[in-house]
Protein backbone atom coordinates (compact mmCIF):
# COMPACT_ATOMS: atom_id res chain seq x y z
CA UNK A 1 0.00 0.00 0.00
CA UNK A 2 1.17 3.24 -0.88
CA UNK A 3 1.27 5.99 1.97
CA UNK A 4 -0.91 8.84 1.13
CA UNK A 5 0.65 11.85 1.28
CA UNK A 6 0.60 13.76 5.10
CA UNK A 7 -0.43 18.00 5.36
CA UNK A 8 2.00 18.00 7.85
CA UNK A 9 4.85 16.77 5.60
CA UNK A 10 4.17 19.73 3.22
CA UNK A 11 5.32 23.18 3.81
CA UNK A 12 3.94 25.97 1.66
CA UNK A 13 6.44 27.42 -0.97
CA UNK A 14 6.17 30.60 -3.69
CA UNK A 15 2.56 31.44 -5.54
CA UNK A 16 2.19 30.21 -8.48
CA UNK A 17 -0.76 31.74 -10.01
CA UNK A 18 -3.12 34.20 -8.32
CA UNK A 19 -6.23 33.99 -9.62
CA UNK A 20 -9.79 36.17 -9.43
CA UNK A 21 -10.76 33.87 -5.77
CA UNK A 22 -7.93 31.83 -5.35
CA UNK A 23 -3.93 31.58 -5.00
CA UNK A 24 -1.94 29.01 -5.82
CA UNK A 25 1.23 28.08 -3.71
CA UNK A 26 4.04 25.53 -4.54
CA UNK A 27 4.85 23.36 -2.06
CA UNK A 28 8.40 21.00 -0.97
CA UNK A 29 6.27 18.38 -2.29
CA UNK A 30 6.51 19.45 -6.62
CA UNK A 31 3.51 16.82 -7.06
CA UNK A 32 1.16 18.82 -4.67
CA UNK A 33 -0.13 22.70 -4.13
CA UNK A 34 -2.01 24.63 -1.73
CA UNK A 35 -5.27 26.30 -2.99
CA UNK A 36 -5.62 29.66 -0.60
CA UNK A 37 -9.23 31.04 -0.86
CA UNK A 38 -9.88 34.58 -0.66
CA UNK A 39 -13.32 36.89 -0.38
CA UNK A 40 -12.24 38.59 -3.47
CA UNK A 41 -15.56 37.97 -5.82
CA UNK A 42 -15.71 39.28 -9.85
CA UNK A 43 -18.05 38.53 -12.68
CA UNK A 44 -18.54 39.63 -16.23
CA UNK A 45 -14.85 38.84 -16.78
CA UNK A 46 -13.90 40.47 -14.21
CA UNK A 47 -15.66 44.30 -15.27
CA UNK A 48 -17.27 43.51 -11.45
CA UNK A 49 -15.49 43.66 -8.50
CA UNK A 50 -16.07 43.31 -5.21
CA UNK A 51 -15.65 41.44 -2.14
CA UNK A 52 -18.03 38.78 -0.36
CA UNK A 53 -16.65 38.85 3.67
CA UNK A 54 -16.19 34.82 5.16
CA UNK A 55 -16.92 33.63 0.58
CA UNK A 56 -13.25 31.94 1.58
CA UNK A 57 -14.01 29.87 3.86
CA UNK A 58 -17.23 28.64 2.65
CA UNK A 59 -15.73 27.62 -0.34
CA UNK A 60 -12.82 25.47 1.03
CA UNK A 61 -15.14 23.87 3.03
CA UNK A 62 -17.88 23.03 0.93
CA UNK A 63 -15.38 22.29 -1.83
CA UNK A 64 -13.43 19.52 0.16
CA UNK A 65 -17.06 18.17 1.59
CA UNK A 66 -18.22 17.51 -1.63
CA UNK A 67 -14.60 16.44 -3.20
CA UNK A 68 -14.49 14.04 -0.56
CA UNK A 69 -18.39 12.59 -1.44
CA UNK A 70 -17.31 12.61 -5.00
CA UNK A 71 -14.13 10.32 -4.35
CA UNK A 72 -16.25 8.01 -2.61
CA UNK A 73 -18.35 7.91 -5.08
CA UNK A 74 -15.59 6.88 -7.75
CA UNK A 75 -14.64 10.71 -8.95
CA UNK A 76 -10.81 11.37 -8.87
CA UNK A 77 -10.43 14.90 -7.57
CA UNK A 78 -7.04 17.07 -6.63
CA UNK A 79 -8.44 17.17 -3.10
CA UNK A 80 -6.03 15.71 -0.57
CA UNK A 81 -6.60 17.45 3.07
CA UNK A 82 -7.84 20.88 4.37
CA UNK A 83 -5.14 22.46 5.96
CA UNK A 84 -6.64 25.42 7.22
CA UNK A 85 -9.66 27.54 7.06
CA UNK A 86 -8.64 28.91 3.62
CA UNK A 87 -6.01 26.77 2.62
CA UNK A 88 -6.88 23.16 0.88
CA UNK A 89 -3.96 20.92 -0.56
CA UNK A 90 -4.41 19.59 -3.68
CA UNK A 91 -2.72 17.52 -6.50
CA UNK A 92 -0.90 19.07 -8.86
CA UNK A 93 -2.58 19.17 -12.44
CA UNK A 94 -2.07 21.00 -15.47
CA UNK A 95 -5.45 22.40 -15.82
CA UNK A 96 -6.90 21.28 -18.95
CA UNK A 97 -8.06 25.20 -20.53
CA UNK A 98 -12.15 24.29 -20.96
CA UNK A 99 -14.54 25.02 -18.70
CA UNK A 100 -17.06 22.11 -18.18
CA UNK A 101 -20.89 23.31 -17.22
CA UNK A 102 -23.62 20.87 -16.46
CA UNK A 103 -27.10 22.56 -16.64
CA UNK A 104 -30.21 21.20 -15.08
CA UNK A 105 -32.33 24.41 -15.20
CA UNK A 106 -32.32 26.97 -17.83
CA UNK A 107 -30.51 29.99 -16.04
CA UNK A 108 -28.13 32.44 -17.29
CA UNK A 109 -26.36 32.88 -20.53
CA UNK A 110 -29.04 29.65 -21.45
CA UNK A 111 -31.61 31.81 -21.27
CA UNK A 112 -30.08 34.19 -23.13
CA UNK A 113 -28.42 31.83 -25.66
CA UNK A 114 -32.13 29.57 -26.35
CA UNK A 115 -35.28 32.38 -25.52
CA UNK A 116 -36.16 29.94 -22.97
CA UNK A 117 -37.61 31.77 -19.52
CA UNK A 118 -34.77 31.34 -16.46
CA UNK A 119 -36.20 28.63 -14.50
CA UNK A 120 -37.06 26.33 -17.47
CA UNK A 121 -36.50 22.63 -16.19
CA UNK A 122 -34.32 20.71 -18.44
CA UNK A 123 -35.43 17.17 -18.96
CA UNK A 124 -31.96 15.78 -19.68
CA UNK A 125 -29.06 17.55 -18.15
CA UNK A 126 -27.23 18.94 -20.81
CA UNK A 127 -23.57 19.82 -21.42
CA UNK A 128 -21.83 23.13 -22.45
CA UNK A 129 -18.02 23.36 -23.07
CA UNK A 130 -16.23 26.99 -22.93
CA UNK A 131 -12.53 27.95 -23.76
CA UNK A 132 -11.13 29.38 -20.94
CA UNK A 133 -9.79 32.12 -21.63
CA UNK A 134 -9.94 35.29 -19.98
CA UNK A 135 -8.62 37.45 -22.83
CA UNK A 136 -11.60 36.11 -25.26
CA UNK A 137 -14.09 36.03 -22.31
CA UNK A 138 -14.32 32.50 -21.98
CA UNK A 139 -16.13 31.65 -25.40
CA UNK A 140 -18.51 28.68 -25.92
CA UNK A 141 -16.78 25.64 -28.19
CA UNK A 142 -17.74 22.36 -29.87
CA UNK A 143 -16.17 19.06 -30.19
CA UNK A 144 -14.19 19.82 -32.86
CA UNK A 145 -13.01 23.47 -31.62
CA UNK A 146 -11.30 21.08 -28.77
CA UNK A 147 -9.83 19.24 -31.55
CA UNK A 148 -8.60 21.57 -33.75
CA UNK A 149 -6.70 24.13 -30.72
CA UNK A 150 -5.42 20.48 -29.28
CA UNK A 151 -6.96 21.48 -25.80
CA UNK A 152 -7.94 17.98 -25.00
CA UNK A 153 -7.93 14.39 -26.37
CA UNK A 154 -10.79 12.93 -27.78
CA UNK A 155 -10.47 10.38 -25.05
CA UNK A 156 -10.05 13.31 -22.66
CA UNK A 157 -13.22 15.02 -23.63
CA UNK A 158 -15.29 12.21 -23.51
CA UNK A 159 -14.25 11.27 -19.75
CA UNK A 160 -14.59 14.71 -19.22
CA UNK A 161 -18.41 15.15 -20.23
CA UNK A 162 -19.18 11.59 -19.26
CA UNK A 163 -17.54 12.21 -15.40
CA UNK A 164 -19.57 16.31 -15.48
CA UNK A 165 -22.70 14.25 -15.66
CA UNK A 166 -21.73 11.63 -12.91
CA UNK A 167 -20.68 14.32 -10.72
CA UNK A 168 -24.02 15.82 -11.32
CA UNK A 169 -25.79 12.45 -10.37
CA UNK A 170 -24.07 12.91 -7.43
CA UNK A 171 -24.71 16.24 -6.46
CA UNK A 172 -27.90 17.27 -7.60
CA UNK A 173 -29.94 14.76 -4.96
CA UNK A 174 -27.69 15.04 -2.31
CA UNK A 175 -28.27 18.89 -2.87
CA UNK A 176 -31.70 18.71 -3.06
CA UNK A 177 -32.03 16.35 0.42
CA UNK A 178 -30.95 19.92 1.95
CA UNK A 179 -33.48 21.33 0.02
CA UNK A 180 -30.99 23.25 -2.26
CA UNK A 181 -31.64 22.69 -6.21
CA UNK A 182 -28.59 22.12 -8.54
CA UNK A 183 -29.67 24.99 -10.80
CA UNK A 184 -26.03 24.77 -12.72
CA UNK A 185 -22.18 24.31 -11.75
CA UNK A 186 -18.64 25.13 -13.82
CA UNK A 187 -16.31 22.35 -13.21
CA UNK A 188 -12.54 22.00 -14.20
CA UNK A 189 -10.26 18.71 -14.92
CA UNK A 190 -7.04 18.73 -15.23
CA UNK A 191 -3.91 15.83 -15.89
CA UNK A 192 -1.54 14.44 -12.73
CA UNK A 193 0.57 12.20 -12.89
CA UNK A 194 0.85 10.02 -15.87
CA UNK A 195 -1.65 12.35 -17.52
CA UNK A 196 -4.46 10.82 -15.39
CA UNK A 197 -7.31 13.02 -15.33
CA UNK A 198 -8.82 14.33 -11.69
CA UNK A 199 -11.82 17.17 -11.46
CA UNK A 200 -9.86 20.49 -9.93
CA UNK A 201 -10.86 23.67 -8.88
CA UNK A 202 -13.42 23.96 -6.61
CA UNK A 203 -17.31 23.17 -6.01
CA UNK A 204 -18.79 26.25 -4.38
CA UNK A 205 -21.63 28.74 -4.96
CA UNK A 206 -18.72 30.83 -6.90
CA UNK A 207 -19.09 28.04 -9.16
CA UNK A 208 -22.87 26.47 -8.76
CA UNK A 209 -26.21 28.57 -9.48
CA UNK A 210 -28.27 27.17 -6.28
CA UNK A 211 -31.83 28.05 -5.95
CA UNK A 212 -34.08 27.13 -2.78
CA UNK A 213 -35.86 24.34 -3.23
CA UNK A 214 -39.54 25.67 -1.65
CA UNK A 215 -39.11 29.86 -2.56
CA UNK A 216 -36.38 29.23 -5.70
CA UNK A 217 -34.37 32.21 -4.02
CA UNK A 218 -31.20 32.21 -5.44
CA UNK A 219 -28.17 31.28 -3.09
CA UNK A 220 -25.00 31.63 -5.13
CA UNK A 221 -22.71 34.35 -6.86
CA UNK A 222 -25.86 35.20 -8.94
CA UNK A 223 -26.59 37.45 -5.74
CA UNK A 224 -23.45 39.26 -6.18
CA UNK A 225 -23.40 39.65 -10.13
CA UNK A 226 -27.59 41.24 -10.55
CA UNK A 227 -26.75 43.16 -7.17
CA UNK A 228 -29.53 41.62 -4.99
CA UNK A 229 -28.03 42.02 -1.80
CA UNK A 230 -27.51 39.14 0.64
CA UNK A 231 -24.76 37.91 -0.20
CA UNK A 232 -23.16 36.87 2.55
CA UNK A 233 -25.85 35.43 3.97
CA UNK A 234 -26.57 32.98 1.06
CA UNK A 235 -23.05 31.53 1.14
CA UNK A 236 -23.32 31.18 5.22
CA UNK A 237 -26.59 29.63 4.54
CA UNK A 238 -25.39 27.08 1.68
CA UNK A 239 -22.37 26.40 3.83
CA UNK A 240 -25.26 25.38 7.15
CA UNK A 241 -27.16 23.04 4.74
CA UNK A 242 -24.31 21.35 2.93
CA UNK A 243 -21.53 21.68 5.64
CA UNK A 244 -22.80 22.34 9.08
CA UNK A 245 -25.40 20.07 8.59
CA UNK A 246 -22.56 17.09 7.15
CA UNK A 247 -21.03 17.31 10.78
CA UNK A 248 -23.68 16.87 12.63
CA UNK A 249 -24.91 14.31 11.03
CA UNK B 1 -41.13 5.92 -62.98
CA UNK B 2 -42.12 9.23 -61.78
CA UNK B 3 -42.47 12.33 -63.93
CA UNK B 4 -39.46 15.57 -62.62
CA UNK B 5 -42.22 17.95 -61.99
CA UNK B 6 -42.35 20.27 -64.91
CA UNK B 7 -41.56 23.98 -64.39
CA UNK B 8 -44.22 25.09 -67.23
CA UNK B 9 -46.82 23.37 -65.04
CA UNK B 10 -46.43 25.60 -61.97
CA UNK B 11 -47.97 28.74 -61.29
CA UNK B 12 -46.54 31.30 -58.80
CA UNK B 13 -48.73 32.02 -55.83
CA UNK B 14 -48.86 33.95 -52.95
CA UNK B 15 -45.99 35.15 -51.13
CA UNK B 16 -45.23 32.91 -48.21
CA UNK B 17 -42.23 34.32 -46.60
CA UNK B 18 -40.04 37.55 -47.22
CA UNK B 19 -36.40 37.06 -46.09
CA UNK B 20 -33.01 39.17 -45.98
CA UNK B 21 -32.21 38.22 -49.24
CA UNK B 22 -35.17 35.90 -50.89
CA UNK B 23 -38.66 35.81 -51.22
CA UNK B 24 -40.43 32.63 -51.32
CA UNK B 25 -43.60 32.23 -53.07
CA UNK B 26 -46.34 29.02 -52.83
CA UNK B 27 -46.95 27.82 -56.04
CA UNK B 28 -49.94 26.16 -57.79
CA UNK B 29 -48.24 22.62 -56.62
CA UNK B 30 -48.61 22.24 -52.95
CA UNK B 31 -45.17 20.89 -52.81
CA UNK B 32 -42.87 23.14 -54.68
CA UNK B 33 -42.48 27.07 -53.72
CA UNK B 34 -39.84 30.04 -56.27
CA UNK B 35 -37.29 31.21 -54.34
CA UNK B 36 -36.88 34.53 -55.65
CA UNK B 37 -33.35 36.26 -55.81
CA UNK B 38 -33.18 39.85 -54.23
CA UNK B 39 -29.83 42.00 -54.56
CA UNK B 40 -30.53 43.13 -50.93
CA UNK B 41 -27.67 42.50 -48.85
CA UNK B 42 -27.40 42.65 -44.74
CA UNK B 43 -25.53 41.84 -42.78
CA UNK B 44 -24.58 41.82 -38.70
CA UNK B 45 -28.18 40.49 -38.11
CA UNK B 46 -29.52 43.28 -40.54
CA UNK B 47 -27.74 46.18 -38.71
CA UNK B 48 -25.97 46.75 -41.73
CA UNK B 49 -28.05 46.95 -44.79
CA UNK B 50 -27.44 47.90 -48.47
CA UNK B 51 -27.87 46.71 -52.01
CA UNK B 52 -25.54 44.46 -54.24
CA UNK B 53 -26.53 44.81 -58.10
CA UNK B 54 -27.13 41.69 -59.69
CA UNK B 55 -26.41 39.75 -56.68
CA UNK B 56 -29.60 37.45 -56.92
CA UNK B 57 -28.85 36.65 -60.41
CA UNK B 58 -25.18 35.60 -59.54
CA UNK B 59 -26.74 33.54 -56.68
CA UNK B 60 -29.50 32.64 -58.28
CA UNK B 61 -27.08 30.56 -61.30
CA UNK B 62 -24.36 29.85 -58.99
CA UNK B 63 -26.70 28.11 -56.44
CA UNK B 64 -28.58 25.72 -58.90
CA UNK B 65 -25.07 24.93 -60.48
CA UNK B 66 -23.84 23.79 -57.33
CA UNK B 67 -27.26 22.17 -56.32
CA UNK B 68 -26.65 20.03 -59.49
CA UNK B 69 -23.36 18.80 -58.78
CA UNK B 70 -24.16 17.91 -55.14
CA UNK B 71 -27.21 16.01 -56.44
CA UNK B 72 -25.23 13.86 -58.61
CA UNK B 73 -22.42 13.41 -55.75
CA UNK B 74 -25.88 11.99 -53.79
CA UNK B 75 -26.77 15.12 -51.63
CA UNK B 76 -30.65 15.32 -51.84
CA UNK B 77 -31.26 19.21 -52.12
CA UNK B 78 -34.26 21.11 -52.86
CA UNK B 79 -33.36 22.08 -56.59
CA UNK B 80 -35.57 20.98 -58.87
CA UNK B 81 -34.95 23.76 -61.89
CA UNK B 82 -34.56 27.15 -62.80
CA UNK B 83 -37.26 29.30 -63.98
CA UNK B 84 -35.59 33.13 -64.42
CA UNK B 85 -32.47 34.99 -63.83
CA UNK B 86 -33.73 35.16 -60.33
CA UNK B 87 -36.12 32.62 -59.79
CA UNK B 88 -35.87 29.08 -58.43
CA UNK B 89 -38.31 26.40 -58.63
CA UNK B 90 -37.54 24.41 -55.40
CA UNK B 91 -39.13 21.30 -52.96
CA UNK B 92 -40.89 23.11 -50.13
CA UNK B 93 -39.11 22.07 -47.30
CA UNK B 94 -40.15 22.39 -43.24
CA UNK B 95 -37.00 24.12 -42.68
CA UNK B 96 -34.42 23.13 -39.63
CA UNK B 97 -33.69 26.00 -37.36
CA UNK B 98 -30.18 25.06 -37.08
CA UNK B 99 -27.59 26.70 -39.34
CA UNK B 100 -24.92 24.09 -40.32
CA UNK B 101 -21.42 26.35 -40.75
CA UNK B 102 -18.24 24.07 -42.32
CA UNK B 103 -14.97 25.80 -42.04
CA UNK B 104 -11.60 24.66 -43.50
CA UNK B 105 -9.74 27.93 -42.63
CA UNK B 106 -9.80 30.60 -40.01
CA UNK B 107 -11.75 33.70 -40.29
CA UNK B 108 -14.57 35.50 -39.11
CA UNK B 109 -16.40 34.72 -35.73
CA UNK B 110 -14.21 31.34 -35.22
CA UNK B 111 -10.69 34.07 -34.98
CA UNK B 112 -12.65 36.03 -32.65
CA UNK B 113 -13.66 32.53 -30.54
CA UNK B 114 -10.22 31.34 -30.33
CA UNK B 115 -7.53 33.94 -31.02
CA UNK B 116 -6.35 32.55 -33.79
CA UNK B 117 -5.64 34.16 -37.06
CA UNK B 118 -7.34 34.74 -40.38
CA UNK B 119 -6.24 32.41 -42.63
CA UNK B 120 -4.94 29.83 -40.32
CA UNK B 121 -5.19 26.09 -42.16
CA UNK B 122 -7.86 23.50 -40.12
CA UNK B 123 -6.30 20.54 -40.51
CA UNK B 124 -9.76 18.33 -40.21
CA UNK B 125 -12.70 20.14 -41.24
CA UNK B 126 -15.32 21.72 -38.49
CA UNK B 127 -18.70 22.08 -38.01
CA UNK B 128 -20.52 24.32 -36.03
CA UNK B 129 -24.05 24.56 -35.48
CA UNK B 130 -26.21 28.34 -34.86
CA UNK B 131 -29.66 28.18 -33.68
CA UNK B 132 -31.58 30.03 -36.55
CA UNK B 133 -33.17 32.70 -34.40
CA UNK B 134 -33.11 36.70 -35.62
CA UNK B 135 -34.24 37.77 -32.16
CA UNK B 136 -31.54 35.63 -30.62
CA UNK B 137 -28.99 36.94 -32.73
CA UNK B 138 -28.03 33.30 -34.36
CA UNK B 139 -25.65 32.04 -31.28
CA UNK B 140 -23.88 29.09 -31.28
CA UNK B 141 -25.21 25.82 -30.11
CA UNK B 142 -24.30 22.38 -29.33
CA UNK B 143 -25.94 19.11 -29.79
CA UNK B 144 -27.15 18.86 -26.29
CA UNK B 145 -29.05 22.00 -27.13
CA UNK B 146 -30.67 20.86 -30.62
CA UNK B 147 -31.70 17.90 -28.13
CA UNK B 148 -33.17 20.07 -25.43
CA UNK B 149 -34.88 22.60 -27.87
CA UNK B 150 -35.88 19.79 -30.16
CA UNK B 151 -34.73 21.19 -33.17
CA UNK B 152 -33.84 17.96 -35.23
CA UNK B 153 -33.88 14.66 -34.16
CA UNK B 154 -30.57 13.04 -33.28
CA UNK B 155 -30.63 10.83 -36.08
CA UNK B 156 -31.60 14.75 -37.88
CA UNK B 157 -29.00 15.66 -36.78
CA UNK B 158 -26.18 12.82 -37.38
CA UNK B 159 -27.00 13.27 -40.81
CA UNK B 160 -27.01 16.92 -41.43
CA UNK B 161 -22.93 16.88 -40.05
CA UNK B 162 -22.23 13.97 -42.23
CA UNK B 163 -23.92 15.71 -45.10
CA UNK B 164 -22.33 19.29 -44.74
CA UNK B 165 -18.73 16.91 -44.52
CA UNK B 166 -19.70 15.66 -47.93
CA UNK B 167 -20.66 18.94 -49.28
CA UNK B 168 -17.78 20.31 -47.93
CA UNK B 169 -15.67 17.26 -49.84
CA UNK B 170 -17.58 18.05 -52.81
CA UNK B 171 -17.47 21.86 -53.33
CA UNK B 172 -13.64 22.26 -51.35
CA UNK B 173 -11.72 20.47 -54.77
CA UNK B 174 -14.34 21.84 -57.25
CA UNK B 175 -13.74 25.32 -56.17
CA UNK B 176 -10.05 24.89 -55.80
CA UNK B 177 -9.87 24.01 -59.72
CA UNK B 178 -11.68 27.29 -60.39
CA UNK B 179 -8.61 29.36 -58.21
CA UNK B 180 -11.38 29.56 -55.06
CA UNK B 181 -10.19 28.64 -51.68
CA UNK B 182 -13.87 27.59 -49.70
CA UNK B 183 -12.67 29.02 -46.07
CA UNK B 184 -15.90 28.04 -45.00
CA UNK B 185 -20.16 28.02 -45.86
CA UNK B 186 -23.50 27.82 -44.14
CA UNK B 187 -25.83 25.18 -45.10
CA UNK B 188 -29.73 24.76 -43.90
CA UNK B 189 -31.10 21.47 -44.37
CA UNK B 190 -35.26 20.63 -44.13
CA UNK B 191 -37.33 17.75 -44.21
CA UNK B 192 -39.65 17.48 -47.06
CA UNK B 193 -42.25 14.63 -47.89
CA UNK B 194 -42.05 11.59 -45.45
CA UNK B 195 -39.86 13.77 -43.64
CA UNK B 196 -36.96 12.96 -45.55
CA UNK B 197 -34.08 15.60 -45.42
CA UNK B 198 -32.91 17.85 -48.20
CA UNK B 199 -29.87 20.91 -48.51
CA UNK B 200 -32.60 23.86 -48.77
CA UNK B 201 -31.65 27.77 -49.26
CA UNK B 202 -28.52 28.62 -51.58
CA UNK B 203 -24.85 28.25 -51.79
CA UNK B 204 -23.45 31.42 -52.64
CA UNK B 205 -20.87 34.14 -52.19
CA UNK B 206 -23.28 35.38 -49.76
CA UNK B 207 -23.33 31.76 -47.81
CA UNK B 208 -19.66 30.84 -48.43
CA UNK B 209 -16.23 32.43 -47.96
CA UNK B 210 -14.41 32.18 -50.88
CA UNK B 211 -10.64 33.54 -51.52
CA UNK B 212 -8.90 34.00 -54.44
CA UNK B 213 -6.06 30.77 -54.30
CA UNK B 214 -3.43 32.89 -55.61
CA UNK B 215 -4.04 36.34 -54.16
CA UNK B 216 -6.08 35.23 -51.14
CA UNK B 217 -8.18 38.60 -51.67
CA UNK B 218 -12.24 38.01 -50.27
CA UNK B 219 -14.44 37.43 -53.00
CA UNK B 220 -17.70 37.39 -50.90
CA UNK B 221 -19.60 38.81 -48.94
CA UNK B 222 -17.35 39.92 -46.69
CA UNK B 223 -16.36 42.60 -49.15
CA UNK B 224 -19.53 44.05 -47.99
CA UNK B 225 -19.34 43.61 -44.47
CA UNK B 226 -15.92 44.77 -43.55
CA UNK B 227 -16.12 47.42 -46.68
CA UNK B 228 -13.52 46.71 -48.94
CA UNK B 229 -14.82 47.66 -52.11
CA UNK B 230 -15.55 46.17 -55.39
CA UNK B 231 -19.07 43.65 -53.81
CA UNK B 232 -20.24 43.73 -57.32
CA UNK B 233 -17.19 42.87 -59.03
CA UNK B 234 -16.25 39.93 -56.22
CA UNK B 235 -19.33 38.50 -56.78
CA UNK B 236 -19.13 38.40 -60.81
CA UNK B 237 -15.78 37.20 -60.60
CA UNK B 238 -16.96 34.24 -58.83
CA UNK B 239 -19.93 33.44 -60.99
CA UNK B 240 -17.61 33.62 -64.14
CA UNK B 241 -15.47 31.32 -62.43
CA UNK B 242 -17.88 28.59 -61.44
CA UNK B 243 -20.70 29.23 -64.07
CA UNK B 244 -19.61 30.73 -66.70
CA UNK B 245 -16.46 28.44 -66.98
CA UNK B 246 -19.29 25.30 -66.26
CA UNK B 247 -21.31 26.81 -69.13
CA UNK B 248 -18.27 27.19 -71.58
CA UNK B 249 -16.93 23.47 -70.44
Not at 29 to 38: A, E, G, H, V, W
Not at 216 to 223: A, H, I, S
Amino acid sequence: MKRQPASDDVEQRGKLYEGKAKIVYATSDPKLIIQYFKDDATAFNALKKGTIVGKGVVNNRMSATLFQRLAKAGVPTHYVATLSEREMLCRRLDIIKIETIVRNVVAGSLAKRTGLEEGTPIRQPIVELYYKSDSLGDPMINDDHVRMMALATPAELAWMKRTALKINAVLRPHMLKHDLILVDFKLEFGRGAGRKLYLGDEISPDTCRLWDRATREKLDKDRFRRDLGGVEDAYQEVYRRLVGDAAGA
